[in-house]
């Protein structure tokens, strides 16, 4: 079964809006990264938070770390209809030392 | 731009053929990863490698098989290829640091595989 669950499944926002999207995993991690895909195309990797952070920051992008609930979310501020995407996580449980897997993502939409 | 290849872009191909994906990289990664992904969907892991000579199956079953010859090329084959295995077909790699440590992976554009 997957590592990583994301919700929402979907989320549609309007243009300047910000965009919330929360992931939760399973077992203990040594980092967790986001990741985002454009229809059809491979992904892109957006930010890596290590397990002893909490949160860290990159332009309008806001990720935070919760290890003892298992979860992270990843904060889009002001966001952009370029930023219509589906987001993905990615963990590499605790020694498994490559096995990166995803969640099951989320598809952003935002309109003008 | 991520130095990570695969071709074909788009392949159709009739039942009971067999093929492969190729998976090219030029930044020395030692970890290279195969996703199956549907239209949509989450990704799911089929096959993974640590460095040359190295594989290892994923979290779903496959019918496929990886080769880790070079450090650069990590090619999936299918010998028979059935309408089961349409899906698109990711291809990554990244640098393993040590000590569990990951960095970030870099993906290709994808093969779209389709099986009539």
């Known amino acids: 079964s997957q590592q990583g669950e994301e919700d929402p499944q979907a989320l549609s926002i309007q243009e300047g809006e910000n965009a919330t999207m929360n992931c939760s995993y399973k077992?203990?991690?040594?980092?967790l990264q986001w990741y985002r895909q454009n229809s059809g195309r491979g992904l892109v990797h957006l930010i890596l938070?290590?397990?002893?952070?909490r949160e860290k920051h990159s332009g309008r992008l806001r990720v935070t770390l919760d290890t003892s609930k298992k979860s992270s979310s990843l904060l889009i501020t002001a966001s952009r209809a370029a930023d219509t995407a589906s987001y993905f996580c990615?963990?590499?449980?605790?020694?498994?030392?490559?096995?990166?897997?995803f969640g099951t993502g989320t598809r952003l939409q935002v309109t003008l | 731009e991520a130095d990570i290849y695969q071709t074909p872009r788009y392949l159709v191909i009739g039942t009971g053929k067999k093929i492969t994906l190729e998976c090219s990289q030029t930044?020395?990664?030692?970890?290279m990863y195969w996703y199956q992904q549907d239209p949509g969907m989450e990704l799911h892991l089929i096959h993974y490698?640590?460095?040359?000579?190295?594989?290892e199956k994923g979290d779903l079953s496959s019918e496929s098989t990886v080769s880790r010859i070079r450090t650069e090329h990590f090619p999936l084959t299918l010998e028979s290829a059935r309408p089961s295995h349409t899906s698109q077909y990711l291809c990554?790699?990244?640098?393993?640091?040590?000590?569990?440590?990951?960095?970030?992976?870099?993906f290709g554009q994808g093969t779209r595989l389709t099986v009539v």
């Open positions: 077992t203990s991690i040594n980092n």
């Open positions: 938070i290590r397990s002893n952070e």
């Open positions: 990554a790699s990244s640098e393993y640091q040590g000590g569990g440590l990951n960095t970030e992976a870099f």
């Open positions: 930044m020395g990664h030692d970890k």
């Open positions: 990615a963990t590499v449980p605790t020694g498994t030392a490559s096995k990166l897997t």
């Open positions: 490698s640590y460095g040359v000579n190295s594989t």
